[in-house]
């Protein structure tokens, strides 16, 4: 099984930066990527950021240029580094990380962290 912890989410005015970090732990024997998605209410869950294994970096067109994903492979962590936030960036993100324990694979999700921005 292999368990998440979020941590960096917050309050911060428009035009800030907030540093979200991902860290899994547990049976991990690899991982194929990592993967920030966030949900505002009443809306569906969004793929924000990924990255695999082979650092190939992905985002949301409403994020690119101000978000930037990066990961720790001998600390099994991933990280989001946020900048120029808008009100809009509101909502509830959650790293995602999938691979292969000893036996098997896994995909596993975060709790969950609050980003609020405000105007």
């Known amino acids: 099984q292999v368990h998440l912890v979020e941590s960096g989410g917050g309050l911060v005015q428009a035009g800030g930066s907030l540093r979200l970090s991902c860290a899994a732990s547990g049976n991990i024997f690899s991982i194929s990527a990592m993967e920030w998605y966030r949900q505002a209410p009443g809306k569906q869950r969004e793929l924000v950021a990924s990255?695999?294994?082979?650092?190939?970096?992905n985002y949301a067109d409403s994020v690119k240029g101000r978000f930037t994903i990066s990961g720790d492979d001998a600390k099994n962590t991933v990280n989001l580094q946020m900048d120029s936030l808008k009100p809009e960036d509101t909502a509830v993100y959650y790293c995602n990380v999938h691979g292969r324990t000893s036996y098997g694979t896994y995909d596993s999700w975060g709790q969950g962290t609050q980003v609020t921005v405000s105007s």
């Open positions: 990255i695999t294994s082979d650092d190939i970096t």
